[in-house]
């Protein structure tokens, strides 16, 4: 098998956007001198794959209500789970991931079939170091949402980069391939060519 070196980068985050940014060079054989970046860009209410990775250079929008409202709203309708839903939010945009994770976790508490939420929590997760619980959450979003595309993509991230999980990446990646045989990579190259040099590499 060939040794692989991983580099992380930091989740970019946007408003109204769940995403996931790695930077993987793969050395020796097949993978020498192969860099490349994923990404994935969903709006909370809509799961596709894009190809462009300008979206990635974008400065991050206005957060809309005070976050300050926001907590006294979500304090004062505390079994509302949107409350929640949108102080988490507010949170993930502006960069306070383990106050994001307290917000979705009250809100998911209330209302747990919300796939989209939990792929935000998921890529909060990952963004304090817990891919474990990053993976569950997404397992639960397609548990919720079978096919989740974001979820899909994000769980192959988290399995291939953080926990070394090849075999797992790649039937995430798979599973989505089956649903969207056109996904791609940032660079506009098919999804489906990384799996095959994933697998070819492991077969060396």
Avoid: C
């Amino acid at each position: 098998m060939n040794k692989h070196t991983k580099v992380k980068v930091d989740p970019v985050v946007r408003r109204n956007t769940a995403v996931l940014l790695a930077v993987a060079t793969f050395l020796g054989g097949l993978f020498l001198g192969f860099n490349i970046s994923f990404f994935l860009n969903a709006e909370r209410q809509t799961t596709h794959p894009v190809p462009a990775m300008e979206h990635a250079a974008q400065a991050p929008a206005a957060v809309g209500p005070d976050l300050q409202q926001l907590e006294k709203q979500a304090q004062a309708n505390d079994q509302e789970p949107h409350a929640w839903f949108d102080l988490g939010n507010a949170y993930y945009d502006t960069g306070q991931a383990a106050k994001a994770i307290e917000a979705y976790q009250r809100g998911l508490a209330l209302a747990p079939d919300h796939a989209d939420v939990w792929t935000d929590l998921g890529v909060m997760y990952r963004q304090t170091q817990q891919p474990e619980k990053a993976v569950q959450s997404f397992d639960r979003a397609i548990q919720e949402q079978p096919g989740h595309q974001t979820a899909l993509f994000n769980k192959g991230i988290v399995l291939f980069f953080d926990l070394d999980d090849r075999d797992g990446a790649v039937a995430a990646w798979e599973s989505l391939l089956r649903i969207n045989p056109q996904a791609q990579t940032p660079d506009g190259k098919p999804l489906r060519d990384l799996v095959e040099r994933i697998k070819a590499g492991e077969a060396m």
